[in-house]
């Protein structure tokens, strides 16, 4: 059977950006806006990764205040739609372990998560077991965030990890990334898929940019691009836009291919009872709450006391 690592090569990691930060802004340019210094400073340290997928020391010279800036709301807006991820493997981020708060109906009591606690009131709907599968199955109903927003950071961390040629050849990832409103010219794949390990986690996270081998077979065209962004148990995969490579080969009668990764290759087959993925829509601008519906495996349950709470030993997820 095909797979997405018959078409596609790993191009470049965060692994790979071993350059330390360097206080001398005077050869710094920003890739983001093209500014050098001194029109634009460098005083803050950036992080390639933010640091609300995970503390990490991946930083860069190339991304100047002004942008820093910018990107931190809309950093604001991606870390409300990742923290349930965080808070239910209990890894730290640069603020702590963050505590989920599901979102609160009128009437209804909200559920929090913190330390793999898990509280609920009369939201009980929102978490089935199932002891034939020894499945916990939550439904995270995120406080609200701007999906574009998060589109934008995913974008820019792609961004980071192309060449200085590749950038420069696709420029209008730049106009992209700059734009106050999503351009809808078919350039742009709005989707990200979210698929969640059971048996693997990144204590610290980490991206992947992979690069299509064959970007034309047939008349099937591959994005040129692809990022899959690893933290928690969760691996996200961003296509990047399409890049000018794409647009010197496309023809009408071509057809996009848009080749999943299967992230089940890299957990344990065995235990695995279903591929467990999630996907967003990343167009939107207006705020938006998402239910994010996770299946968790445990190993045993217990009941903590008379009352129909019910407590989970150490969730095996
Ligand atoms: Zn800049």
């Not at 050869?27 to 503390?55: M, N, S, W």
């Amino acid at each position: 059977m095909e797979s997405f690592f018959d078409f596609y090569n790993l191009h470049k990691s965060t692994d790979d950006l071993t350059d330390s930060y360097s206080k001398t802004p005077a050869t710094k340019k920003c890739r983001f806006c093209q500014k050098a210094y001194p029109d634009v400073l460098f005083d803050k340290i950036p992080h390639v990764i933010p640091e609300f997928f995970g503390r990490n020391s991946v930083t860069s010279n190339f991304e100047c205040d002004e942008c820093n800036k910018l990107f931190q709301a809309y950093e604001t807006d991606t870390a409300t739609m990742i923290q349930h991820y965080l808070a239910l493997l209990n890894i730290k981020s640069k603020k702590g372990v963050p505590v989920f708060q599901s979102k609160k109906d009128q009437g209804s009591y909200s559920t929090t998560l913190n330390n793999r606690n898990l509280y609920f009131g009369t939201n009980a709907e929102d978490y089935q077991f199932d002891d034939e599968q020894k499945t916990l199955t939550v439904n995270f109903r995120t406080k609200k965030f701007r999906p574009f927003s998060v589109y934008k950071i995913f974008l820019k961390m792609g961004i980071s990890l192309l060449t200085e040629e590749e950038l420069n050849e696709n420029s209008h990832y730049l106009y992209f990334l700059n734009s106050k409103e999503p351009i809808d010219n078919g350039l742009q794949i709005w989707t990200a898929h979210r698929y969640m390990f059971k048996t693997k986690y990144y204590q610290t996270p980490k991206i992947n940019l992979y690069k299509a081998k064959q970007t034309l077979i047939d008349k099937s065209e591959f994005p040129e691009f692809v990022l899959l962004i690893n933290f928690a148990n969760i691996v996200i995969q961003f296509f990047m836009p399409i890049s000018k490579r794409n647009m010197e080969e496309h023809k009408y009668e071509h057809q996009l291919r848009l080749e999943l990764f299967p992230a089940f290759v890299l957990d344990d087959i065995t235990r695995l009872k279903q591929i467990d993925t999630y996907y967003f829509d990343l167009m939107e601008t207006e705020k938006v709450s998402i239910t994010d519906k996770v299946v968790l495996h445990y190993d045993s349950r217990t009941r903590v006391n008379k009352n129909d709470k019910d407590g989970v030993t150490q969730p095996d997820c």
